[in-house]
């Protein structure tokens, strides 16, 4: 029996890797049984959406941006430059039409926010965002984005804070 050995041929090597090749397949089942799954409803329609809503306040004057809003903090530099922000509340969730999902904002608010369809004659997502501040009447606004896409409203808290409302959907 004759052992090929060489430079293209290394027995250790294929061992090594035959080795490797045998652990993550035992690893990655059990690594996919405890991987965060993301809100999905195995009843949805194929028409729901992966909807993401983040509150956002914008204190006027300049500083830190929260590092929870590393992923959008240059879009929120542009939209409102000499400000700093701080993530209130963000949420993605799988929504059918007509379902909604109810997100922290500033105090004494509701921040709603319903896919109202999934695509429309454009090809946009139709979400119709609802806010509701100390009791008043609501401020609505339907709002039309292409997927994948965030969607940034801005509305007056007080004299020096604004609330960002950073909506999406996939």
Known sequence: MTIMTG?????????LKALAVASLLMVYPSMLAHAQKPDVNPSSSEHSRQVTVMAIRAIKGTGPIDPKLATVAKQLAQIM????????????????????MVVKSVENSVLTVELKSPSNDEGKVEMLIRLTMDGGEPFE??????????????????????????????
């Open 7 to 15: 430079p293209h041929f290394d027995l250790r090597k294929i061992a």
């Open 81 to 100: 430059p000499d400000h700093r922000f701080e993530l209130i509340d963000g949420k993605t969730k799988r929504l059918d039409p007509k379902q909604a």
């Open 141 to 170: 606004s339907v709002i039309k984005t292409p997927a994948n896409q965030l969607f940034f409203l801005d509305r007056k808290i007080n004299d020096s804070n604004r609330l960002l409302i950073a909506v999406g959907a996939r």
